[in-house]
Structures are given as C-alpha cells and as structure tokens.
C-alpha cells in the first residue's frame, strides 16, 4: 500500500494560484471521497507527466469510485482553492494532463456502460470507460463508437472528450465533438447539467428557471454574438480544426450545442461526469488498398481525387517512417508487403458484403488508373495482413520515437492540419522549415485523407540554445500552418504545448472571446490552470514546465547491466518510455499484467519508467527521493512480475524486468534483504543440496506444520505448494546412460535448468528421445551449471554474473565448435539469449552462446527433411512470457502446424512468473493475472484438449488452479507421438 507522506503547510504551487493547504486538503479528500486518496510520493510521481514533453508534480491524486465520488472531490477542492485536472490514458501529447494540481483519474473505477439504445443508436458512458472496451460491450448491438485513435486499446472516452479526439476513422465518422449528443458537466463551483443542442424554446425555459446555469447560457450567447464575425472567418473551414474552444457551436442561428462547444476544452471550463454518444454500424467487412508514389508529396497530391471516392480510412505514410520501422524490425511482413515508392496511401472501404467493399476498392484503383495520380498498387482482404499494415501506421509514434543511430525525436509539432486539397504543398514547406532548423530527418505520416500530418522532430530540449531553437520552430511552424488556413492542432489538442501560439491562428478579438468563455466558467482559473488560456494572464510558455529542459540534470549512476542498446545508460534506458501507454491496454500480447490486475497507474510499466525517472533526481521538485533507497520506487516495482512482456510489446521496448533488477541490486546493496530473495533467489543452490537426499527434502517442505514454517522463514505464500524434488536428477541419469542414435544431424548440447534437472526431469528425457529420433547427439554439460536466472531476478546482479562466467568457462570449448545450445525451459533460455549478453557486455563467448542458444521447436524446424510424428489433437498452448518477449513462438506454431494438431495460443501472462507467485503477499495478484486469459482459455477447453505450457512457472500455476488438468511441455507432446499408434491413454498425455 502507497504510504501517505504529509507536505508542509502552506503551498504555494506556482504564479497566480492560490496558498493551498495541501494537508488540509488531503485530509477533507480522505474524511468525505468515495475513492483513494493518494498524496504519496509515488503517487505524485508516477502522474508528473503523460505522453508529452512536460513535467508538473501535482498536489495529489484522487481516484474516485463512483461518478459521485468525483463530484464531492470537486466540492473538496473548491473549498480549497485547490486546481483540479481530469485525466483518463494520460496518452496527451500536448501535456493538458499533467498539472500542479489534484489529478482525478477517472480509468479505474469509473468506467460503466450506463445505458444503450440500440433504436436510437446511442449509449450513456462514465468517462473512465476505455474505447476498445466500450466498443466490446457494445459489439452484441452491432454498432460502436466510430472515432478509433491508434490509442483505442487503452484511450479512455473522457479523454477522447477532452482532447476532442479523432483517429484514422474520422475520415468516415468525424471528430468526437461530432458523435457526442449530450453531456452531463460540472463546473468547479459545482454546477451540474446536462448540455447538448438548445432549441429556441430550451432556451428560453433555461433563463426562465434562472441561477448560474441561465447565466451561463446567457453569457455564452453573448460572447458568441459579440464576436461572431471574427469566429466565421478566423475558424478555418477543414475537417481537423481542433484547436481552441469550440465557438461555433454557438454562432447566433446556429443549434447552440454546449455539448459539441465542450469537446475539446481539455477540462480547463468543466468536469465532464457522463457522455451520451451517437453509436454507428460496425463495418461487416473491409478492403485495403495501398497506394504508392515517388514521394510522400506526390501521395498527398493525390488525397483529393482519393477521398472523393468516400472511403473509410485514408492514411499517409513517407519512405523515412517505413525506413525507422525497418532499422527497429518492427512489422516486417507488412513493410514487405508494401507496393513500390516512397510515400504511401492506405485507403480502406467498408460494405455490407465483401464483394461490395472490393468493388470500391476497385473503383478507386480504375479511376486513378491512367491520371497523374496512378500509383502502385497493393490490395489486402485477408484479416492477418490487415492487422499488421494497420499495426505499422499505429506504431508511427513509437517507430519514429528512438531509432538506432538517429537522433531522439520528441512530440511539439506533431498533429498539424490543413484542408486536404493543399496538403502536398504544406508537406513540401513543412520539410524545408525541416531542414533549415536541422530537423531533415523527421518522418511525416498521418490522416492524410483530413489533411492532419502527424511527425516526431529532433528537437534538442536539453540545452538552451536547443530550447530556444525549439521555440523558434514552434512559432514558424504556426506562421506556416495558418498560411495555408490551417490549424496548430488537428488532433491531439493545445494544452500547453500550442496554447501560447494560438493568437497567430485565431487573433486578439478571438483570443478575447475564449478568455471570456474560461472566465466565465472558471473565473479563479482552477480548472487545468496554464493550459489553452487564462482568464487574465498568458498560458503556460510551450517552454515552461518541460520534462527535460536546460535545467535537468539527472545522476548517470554505475549500473551492473551494460545497456548495450542504450549507450550503456541507465538514465538513457529509462527514457525509453514516452508516455505512449501501451502498457495499460488491456488485452492482446502481454504488457502488462500487474496493471491489468490492479487498474493502478504506478502498476503499468510507464508508471514505474517514470518513478525511475523522477529518482535520477533530474528536477530539484522530485517527490522521489532516496535515490536507489527509495521506498516509493521499490513499492512499485514490487509487484513488477519480471515477465519482459514491455520489452515486446511497448513500441519503445521498456525492459522493466532488467531495470527491476538493476535497482533490487542497489537498493539492498549491504542491507539484508527479503526472505524470499535467499530461498527462492538461491533455489539452484537448495536444489543441488536437495539431489543429496530430495526423499527427505520434500517429507520435510511438504509434512504438516513444518511445510507453514519453511513457508513461513523462506517468505514462500502460505497458499502455495512447494514443488517436489526428482528422485533422481536427470543430468545424473543421462550421465549413466550416455549419448545414443546415429546423430548423423551433428551434436547439441541440451541445457538441464534447474527446474527441468531437478523438478521435471521427465521432460528433458522426452526432448532427448526426441532428438534423438530427428538424429541428433545429445550432450550435457559435464558438472552442474546455472544461467543465474533466480539472481537475476532477485537482483543479485554480481552473483549471477559470477555464475554465468564459470558456466561460460565450462562451456567454451563447445561453443568454440558452434555446437547449438538447446533450451527447455524459455525463462532460462532467455537468459542465454538476453541477459547474459547485457551483464558480461564485450564477453565473446557470451555472444556465441546468444548466438547459439535456440529453443527446441527453433531448431526442429530448422532440420531439413525431418516430418515431425502426426498430432492430430486439439492444442491449448500457454507460451511463456519470456518466449513471447525474447525467444519468440513462431517456431512453436510451425511445428505444431506440421505436425498437424490444432493448436490456439493464450495470450497474457500466467501471473506465477517465476518467484514473483510464490512470494508472500503476492497470491491475489498472482490469480488475477492467471484469471485474465489463461484460465477462462482453460475452461473453456475441451475434455480432450492438450494444455501445452513450456514453462514450469505456466505449468505451476495451471496445477494450482486447474489441478483436473495436466499441462505439458513441447518435449513431452511430441514424444509421445513417435510411435505410430500409440494409445493416447497410456502415454504421457493420459489426465490424472
């Protein structure tokens, strides 16, 4: 639980706001809020920044259960003088979700489908609902909510609201402001309504009724009259114009819609509580078309004559987005699919029929045929190769965010928009501002089809002169947008980062008209403070309040791990993270199974990237404090499972399980450490110890009383059973029986982990028999080794690297032949193919070994001309996390395939990771990962099905909680298949 630490009272925050009594304040929060109220440093850490390049440490942050919770949150503040930013993903590139204040996050509880209806096409929604989420519980309807942005898997629809989101289905569907009915509001004074479209007559009874809502109406009327003119010509007319508030909803003769005027405000005038929201059909079927030219220039050229043809999305991509995706092998197969050029057009029609979808793609194609703008051709109707080309245009901000050997690229510019019919100009000035600011190597992509152009520059925002190089591009870049009767931001709103520029596109009697809109809503300037405007005083600088800045300056610590990929940094490995939130999805790879567990933002990996940022103490206000010490850090990374799925799955490849370790390492350098980092951490030591005399070792661990006490001492959960040692280890039986077969396939030597050596001796001798059998020789290693995985884990850096150098040692003299290390167990694998490389960094047998180490699917699937035995069985397979991230577990699904069985793979983590389950205290979390994918897959699973884990963490946790089940490993499946006929029932696959 995060601990409470009291600031000093009084507080002043910043210029312009008021003394804050933030103890005060939380305790009011704590006596009358429905919620958790959180003033901890982690807390305050993990919510200093979302996706953008700002840094404000807020007063606290609440999270509220219910919709009234937050209501009564609000009350608390105002009473308070307390700011007040609402925040959802915390994905905001334009920094509107970090602020000095009390930050409600509305993501964990307050997420309901209140309400559908399914003849009107609309749904009542609690702003903290997720879109992928909402879209899922709505899918029995057949309709959804039809703005998608690449962020849909873990944006939530309040956020949507705030920033007025759009996405590539907006070429079809529109803004959210334009699929928004109605809102319910609260103003900080606490107000409360719902708005939306405003008759004449509704009007008129709402002044009638009187109080601050009437004046409201009635200012906002006014306001709107009054300045009218300069709205009509300064608003552009485009479809991306997301910048400033939404004035012309409420142009006199207009439907004064409140609801669509808010979209867009980025809480800076009201808390948004509920949303009604107009639901469209989901698309039964849909067509990819790619498009390629010479250049991005020629694609955008040709966006007119393409959007005319009314397709469902419309994308543009440029050769040096495709090139950063290839340098960071990301979506391979897709890049290999893409036509001729260097720039690219995706275009996706939707129909009722699959002939009718292809028959306007078809369309498109015969039209362009023969014009300036006939380009290359590419067509797709096969869902997998959909999936991976959209996967390559919605990895652009992660493809382009840290490429090898190119510059750090950072967000500030990146959702620009003008009409469509002008775009290919736009492109052709926008890369020479480019290349005289020294930023030619920003890749350009985006909506083409709505004339939004997204990029990531390489701006310098760590000196001075690079910062003040940033602000000069900044001002130009909006000089040139608007030339073209353009918007600063098309889809990802002004926050801060555009706030400042919004008089180049809008003038003074405009900017006056928004100043009066915030004040009259938010007249002490409470509600997201600095951000779009203020009601007397400029917004926050887009200067002010950056992450890095001229002032940062983080501590560059000695680390155990090299950092191979990230100049051998520690600080530069935690910058990885760059807020874009993958890790908060929730469903599909792995990542991240803690916060799918416990909703927590300090759970996900980006929360916990940014603890460690905040403890390299860079900024003199961190609430980290304690450096490698700190206690906010180490709570955090607790319940870190270590399963290496962010290193797969976040598009900037976050390792937290290796920074997890590095900081256990320092954190309990010379102290004593937990209980279960000596019983479990130095489990390949108790095992051999146990190989002595295992019938008296497990008669000892498993007899009642003194199996709760060894428990008890080793931190071991009181729930779990330890697991029984082998009677015999396999190593020392192989070493009896020796090496057979004709092994015309050469040799490999076959690694006995210390889980399959001495928990599971029974599947490296059916990986044996099965090598065997494909003519291999089959070596062991000559004594007892140890990859040092359980030290690694544990962080006991130097201990394992001591391991893993005699295992090196012992293991040259094959190495030095190129004889192939085979590998059972994927965590221990793993670390042959990962970790040892980063802890003995310049080791050139620790690079062979990477090099040679291969699972055994790898290399039975690389074995010319032999036919894996038939399995003609339905299969459940269970990858472990660290195949998924490291090893990978195509070569599984291949060989199966071959083999003939019928296999579906689960996705997520089984939640026992290794110690992680095992440890006291950890058993809930534990389950609720198990609960997320595996088990629902496994009840669901026929009575005949195969449940296949390689993993011993997998296959542990599956005996824990599905004990009528027996997993088993690859190794074991396929040996018991070698003799043809064999009956099921009598070989290893038979159920207890």
Known sequence: MARTEHLPTPVRRRDGQPYVRVRDLERDLRSRVDGEVRFDPGSRGAYSTDGSNYRMVPLGVVVPRTVEAAVEAVAVCCEHRAPITSRGGGTSLAGQACNVAVIIDWSKYCDRLVSVDEQAATCVVEPGIVLDELNRRLAGTRLMFGPRPSTHSHCTIGGMIGNNSCGSTAQAYGKTSENVARLEVLTYDGTRMWVGPTSEQEYERILAEGGRRAGLYRRLREIAGEHAGEIVTRFPDIPRRVSGYNLDQLLPGGPFDLARALVGSEGTLVTVLRAELKLVPVPEHETLVLLGYPDVVAAAEAVPRVAAHRPLQLEG????????ERRRHMNAEALARLPEGGGWLMVSFAGRTRQEADRHAHALIGDLRGSRHEPHVSSFDEGKAERQLWA???????????VPDMRVTWEGWEDSAVPPERLGEYLRDLRRLFTEFGYGEAALYGHFGQGCVHTRIPFDLV???????????????ADLVVSYGGSLSGEHGDGQSKAELLP???GPDVMTAFREVKALFDPENRMNPGKIVAPDRPPNSATDDLRLGSAWTPAEPATAFGYPHDEGSFQWAVMRCVGVGQCRSHTGGVMCPSYRATGEEEHSTRGRARLLFEMLNGHADTPVAGGWRSDAVRDALDLCLACKGCKHDCPMNVDMATYKAEFLAHHYAHRLRPAAHYSMGWLPLWARLAAFAPGAVNALT??????????????IEPRRSLPVFARTRFSDSYRRRGPRGTGERGSVLLWPDTFTDNLAPRIAAAAVRVLEAAGYRVLIPPRTLCCGLTWISTGQLGIARRILRRTLRTLAPLLRQGIPVVGLEPSCTAVFRDDALALLAHDRDAARLAEQTTTLAELLTRADGWQPPAIDRDVLGQPHCHQHAVLGHQADQDLLARAGARLSTVGGCCGLAGDFGFTAGHMEVSLACAEHELLPAIRGAGPDTVILADGFSCRTQINHTAPERRPLHLAELLAAHLTPGADPAASPLARP
């Not at 991509?317 to 950063?324: A, E, K, P, V």
């Not at 602000?471 to 130009?476: K, P």
């Not at 709760?708 to 001492?713: H, I």
Request: aromatic residues 6%.
């Open 463 to 477: 000196t001075a002169d690079g910062v003040a190089a940033f602000h000069a591009f900044l001002r130009r870049a």
């Open 317 to 324: 991509l440029d050769d040096r987005l495709i090139g950063d």
């Open 702 to 715: 498993h007899a009642p009383g003194l199996a709760g006490l060894v428990k008890r001492l080793g931190g």
């Open 504 to 506: 180049v596109m809008f």
């Open 392 to 402: 390559l245009r919605e990895g652009g901000l992660g493809a382009t965010a840290r």
